[in-house]
């Protein structure tokens, strides 16, 4: 994973051009989409100290089967879903889902029950099936490899965000306890974030374009040097890689690696996402007071601002050097020790600032990991092979809240739960070692086996 070259020499004017329009123009928006998009699943997280569990008479291990059975959904339908996108292409599958996810997402103003709850998060995750995947394969088709790490990190500030600005929102729409058509202050928070996805995922229809000779925004010279680009570094991916097929990409070594050590993020990810405010919760009884929604979610969103910040530099980095494999095994390292320790730190402040560095060593990996499949793959296998690594990975969306919930309950706190997230990003470092490792080692095989050739040639 080491062997990424870094960008050198001076880059045209039409190739500068050309990569500033696709970031101000494309990458805005299908952040914004993954902003609302993660915000909607998320937002349980939100509701579920703040009424939810006690309207609904939820446990913890209820709550996070609840969470986690999004991705039973998510997971069936993620490939399929990639497959139709290559096949329909992004503007309409994306716009499809997006609004599909909005109107399910919906009907959670009126959930009753833990088993409509189940109910409509298992249909939320068929609804939003292959909408990561086809984001990321989306940005990746429209600009060559040199830029795709500065484009997907551009894309992924959206998550953090999602926290730093979903989460003061979120808090502020649950104060609206009776204000709204009489619903309580957690269901009208499920209907605000609802609402957007439907919308924007209708103007995506319209706005979105598959490839850049469709871009209008772009100048002729524009989209002759990106279509062009893509072309030609397609053709050198075929030819030395020749993985193009469906059938390369779910036997390949590679990919299924790649996909357990995503399984690691987002193991901590969600674990995170789902159960960071319910502990701000305890914080009350900790520290003698009590916050209002509003601060709640003030406090959510603290350890996110600094995790965009890091990600932006340290994904700037990995461009400037050429991604090496420590820019993805430091932030694993980081998560796994920080996880554990949060729960010991000895006050919500320590604690704070011990989950904002899980939140930094997250973030940091995420947007480096996801420049590696396109690397050796393209065509539908690229498709099949960014849609399995992320539906392996999402087995960690529901794994995590349930065994996180489950342990809780069995303990009676976090401190183990936590451990096993410690230990479950430590395991995607080392699995990303020896990656690198085995890479290395294919490569000088090849050149070893390149060389006794041309001296037999030569013979």
């Known amino acids: 994973m080491d062997s990424t070259p870094v960008v050198t020499g001076i880059e045209s004017p039409v190739a500068k051009s050309a990569i500033r329009k696709v970031s101000l123009r494309l990458v805005p928006f299908v952040a914004l989409m993954f902003f609302i998009n993660y915000l909607d699943r998320t937002a ?3 509701a579920a100290p703040n009424g939810m569990n006690e309207d609904l008479g939820l446990t913890a291990a209820q709550f996070g089967f609840a969470s986690g059975v999004f991705f039973v959904g998510y997971i069936l339908l993620e490939v399929p879903s990639n497959l139709a996108l290559h096949k329909f292409g992004a503007r309409r599958w994306l716009s499809r889902i997006m ?27 068929v609804a939003e099936a292959g909408f990561f995947p086809g984001a ?77 000779a469709d871009a209008k925004w772009l100048t002729a010279e524009e989209q002759t040097w990106l279509t062009d680009a893509n072309a030609a570094e397609r053709k050198l991916t075929e030819k030395s890689e020749k993985h193009v097929s469906v059938r ?92 554990p320790l949060a729960l010991f730190a000895g006050s919500p402040a320590a604690t704070i600032a011990v989950i904002t560095l899980t939140a930094i060593a997250i973030f940091s990996a995420l947007p480096n990991f996801w420049t590696l499949p396109t690397k050796f793959l393209t065509g539908i296998a690229a498709a099949a092979g960014v849609a399995l690594i992320n539906t392996v990975g ?51 095989a090849a050149g070893l086996a390149t060389a006794h050739a041309e001296q037999e040639a030569k013979r």
Request: net charge positive; proline share 4%; glycine share 10%.
């Open 248 to 339: 390369y990409a779910f036997g390949s070594g590679r990919v299924w690696m790649l996909s357990f050590i995503y399984f690691g993020f987002i193991y901590g990810l969600y674990a995170l996402a789902f159960f960071l405010p319910t502990i701000i919760d305890g914080f009350q009884t900790a520290a003698g007071t009590e916050f209002d929604m509003f601060q709640k979610g003030l406090i959510t969103a603290i350890p996110y601002l600094p995790a965009a910040i890091a990600m932006y530099f340290w994904s700037r980095d990995a461009s400037r050097r050429g991604l090496r494999t420590w820019h993805i095994v430091a932030p694993a390292l980081l998560g796994a020790i920080s996880i």
């Open 99 to 125: 609004v599909s996810w909005g109107i399910v997402a919906l009907l959670f103003t009126w959930v009753q029950n833990f088993e409509q709850l189940v109910v409509l998060r298992f249909l939320l995750g």
């Open 394 to 444: 999402n087995l960690a969306g529901f794994s995590a809240p349930f065994i996180t919930g489950a342990v809780h309950d069995w303990t009676g706190g976090y401190e183990v739960p936590m451990m096993i997230v410690g230990g479950v990003m430590l395991v995607s470092a080392i699995l990303m070692v020896l990656l690198a490792r085995s890479n290395r080692a294919a490569v000088t």
């Open 136 to 212: 990321i394969l989306f940005l990746s088709l429209w600009v060559p490899s040199q830029y795709r790490g500065r484009i997907l990190m551009l894309f992924y500030l959206a998550q953090p965000l999602t926290t730093v600005i979903g989460a003061p929102l979120a808090g502020w729409l649950i104060q609206q306890d009776d204000a709204v058509f009489g619903l309580a202050g957690w269901r009208f928070m499920f209907f605000g974030v609802a609402i957007p996805a439907i919308v924007v995922g209708v103007i995506a229809w319209f706005y979105l374009k598959d490839k850049p």
């Open 44 to 46: 349980i997280g939100f």
